[in-house]
């Protein structure tokens, strides 16, 4: 198994920043995809972003251009760089990882963007 741990939200004003990180420990080599989802008030979860262990990625069409995700190996974590944010952007986000054993996630992060 995989345990994560997110860290980074918070309270932020349209236009603004913040980085999220996700901890990784346990069956680490056995991860092939990590990455981060949100779900907002009433609304189903979705992808936000995803990085492939090959080092490709993947973004929702609503955060291009604005998030980045990447990863330190050497660290075990994972990182969620989130600029010109919007209100949009609200929700809890949690970060996963899919490995050979399956799915983890970890317990999210509230991000909240006033307008």
């Known amino acids: 198994q995989v345990q994560l741990v997110e860290s980074g939200g918070g309270l932020v004003q349209a236009g603004g920043s913040l980085r999220l990180s996700c901890a990784a420990s346990g069956r680490m080599l056995s991860i092939n995809v990590m990455g981060w989802d949100r779900q907002a008030p009433g609304k189903q979860r979705e992808l936000v972003a995803r990085i492939i262990s090959g080092g490709s990625t993947n973004y929702a069409d609503s955060v291009k251009g604005r998030f980045t995700i990447s990863r330190d190996n050497a660290k075990n974590t994972l990182y969620l760089q989130m600029n010109n944010l919007k209100p949009e952007d609200t929700g809890v986000y949690y970060c996963?990882?899919?490995?050979?054993?399956?799915?983890?996630w970890g317990q999210g992060t509230q991000v909240t963007v006033s307008s």
């Open positions: 996963k990882s899919v490995s050979s054993y399956g799915e983890n």
